[in-house]
């Protein structure tokens, strides 16, 4: 059903769900969580397991923290989107678990994205800039409407290359879902635990929950 969410245009939603069946297996998102990801995990963090006050899950980052621009001279750029992927994969898995125990009614998940130590050398290069539109185009592309709430905070006046980048690829549904939220954790904190619990995000978001990653 997520796939009428264009509209109610039910031959925009076969044509979507074609397309998402070829990108899944040209993308061999079969074998995704098979492939050996530990490196990533640890240089590039992805938390999964909070969930909002509705029990909705959160995705949540600190891309600030990611060194894109090194990923880049490594050659491992591409891996961090697929990652990434993988990552976006496992929580649709548990918006469906979290329906099938009766826990949540909808479809959708939130995202909540750290700017902290943002900055043009590491995250603002022009191949980095590819992350950010992979991102956004196959979400709109495959995963449409599937974002409640998205939460941007610490964000910086350079992050505004970016929003210019992507908003052209925003559906007007995600667009009104984003709150970008500045650097004053006084004022992004009372929009953002009014949706989420403290203990719900790490200590890095301003939550309380302590986070031990095995590598």
Not at 15 to 42: L, V
Not at 110 to 118: A, I, M, R, T, Y
Not at 142 to 150: E, G, T
């Amino acid at each position: 059903m997520i796939y009428l969410a264009r509209k109610w245009d039910e031959q925009r939603a076969k044509d979507m769900i074609t397309e998402t069946i070829k990108w899944w297996k040209a993308s061999n998102m079969d074998n995704i969580h098979k492939e050996d990801w530990s490196s990533y995990e640890k240089d590039y963090p992805i938390y999964l397991d909070g969930v909002d006050k509705n029990g909705q899950p959160i995705f949540a980052y600190a891309i600030g923290e990611w060194d894109l621009r090194q990923a880049v001279v490594q050659g491992r750029l591409k891996g961090v989107i697929r990652w990434m992927f993988k990552r976006r994969d496992e929580i649709h898995a548990k918006v469906r678990e979290l329906q099938r125990q009766g826990q949540i009614n909808g479809t959708q998940w939130n995202l909540v994205v750290n700017l902290d130590k943002f900055n043009s050398k590491q995250h603002l290069c022009a191949q980095c800039l590819r992350l950010y539109t992979d991102w956004v185009t196959t979400l709109e592309a495959h995963y449409p409407s599937s974002q409640d709430k998205i939460f941007v905070i610490n964000s910086p006046s350079t992050f505004q290359v970016v929003m210019n980048l992507i908003r052209p690829l925003l559906t007007p549904s995600t667009r009104n879902a984003i709150k970008i939220l500045g650097t004053n954790m006084n004022e992004w904190s009372n929009t953002l635990f009014a949706e989420i619990a403290r203990d719900q995000l790490p200590e890095g978001f301003g939550g309380t929950r302590n986070y031990t990653l095995h590598f």
